[in-house]
């Protein structure tokens, strides 16, 4: 089984920075999938970003391109989410996934491993 811990929310100014962490316990996560979700109010799940387990590939949502950037570092078994220029658009909870045989989908019911979440709220 596998558990995650998202930290490194809070309220940010508009243009300011966040960098999310999700940390990984009970099992090694070297092998998995790793993604970041995101969840306004009264709006529905959805994707951030991804990365596969070797870090070949990295993928986001048109909507953070440039701003964002997925890494992980395997021997923390941690996964990041540096997040620059935020804007208010941004604001959400922020989920980390994680999957031992998923990578491409940006369905939330796809992913298995599911954080708690972290909120991110951008001021304007």
């Known amino acids: 089984q596998v558990q995650l811990e998202e930290s490194g929310g809070g309220l940010v100014q508009a243009g300011g920075s966040l960098r999310l962490s999700c940390a990984a316990t009970?099992?090694?996560?070297?092998?998995?999938?790793m993604a970041w979700f995101r969840q306004a109010p009264g709006k529905e799940r959805e994707f951030v970003a991804a990365?596969?387990?070797?870090?070949?590939?990295?993928d986001y949502v048109d909507s953070v391109k440039g701003r964002f950037t997925i890494s992980r570092d395997n021997a923390k078994t941690t996964v990041y989410l540096q997040m620059n220029s935020l804007q208010s658009e941004d604001t959400a909870v922020y989920y980390c996934?994680?999957?031992?045989?998923?990578?491409?989908?940006?369905?939330?019911?796809?992913?298995?491993?599911w954080g708690q979440g972290t909120q991110v709220t951008v001021s304007s």
């Open positions: 996934a994680a999957d031992l045989h998923l990578y491409g989908s940006r369905r939330p019911s796809d992913w298995d491993y």
């Open positions: 009970g099992r090694s996560v070297s092998s998995y999938s």
């Open positions: 990365i596969s387990w070797d870090d070949s590939d990295r």
